[in-house]
């Protein structure tokens, strides 16, 4: 099993950061792939970012240039520098992990979501 818990959300201007993050119940060095997923009211859950265990990571479009994905392996923990934040960010964010290898860990897992809101 894997537990995620978010933090780092709240309230900013245009233009301003934010510093996500999400702590990991288990070694990361055992998690496939972990990233950020938003929903914005009335819109489907998308990818923001993710990063995998190879440290490769991808992110959405709307999103590059502004955002970045980082792991603090010694913390089991994954980080979302946002920069440059647009009203259009506004969304509450989930942490995602999702661990492939057989055993007990197995399975996709998130977190209960944060709150990021931008003001114009």
């Known amino acids: 099993q894997v537990q995620l818990v978010e933090s780092g959300g709240g309230l900013v201007q245009a233009g301003g950061s934010l510093r996500l993050s999400c702590a990991a119940s288990?070694?990361?060095?055992?998690?496939?792939?972990m990233g950020w997923y938003r929903q914005a009211p009335g819109k489907e859950r998308e990818l923001v970012a993710r990063?995998?265990?190879?440290?490769?990571?991808n992110y959405a479009d709307s999103v590059k240039g502004r955002f970045t994905i980082s792991a603090d392996i010694a913390k089991n923990t994954v980080n979302l520098q946002m920069n440059s934040l647009k009203p259009e960010d506004t969304a509450v964010y989930y942490c995602n992990a999702l661990v492939v290898q057989f055993g007990p860990s197995r399975g996709d897992y998130w977190g209960q979501g944060i709150q990021v809101t931008v003001s114009s």
């Open positions: 288990k070694s990361i060095f055992s998690i496939n792939t």
């Open positions: 990063i995998t265990s190879g440290g490769s990571t």
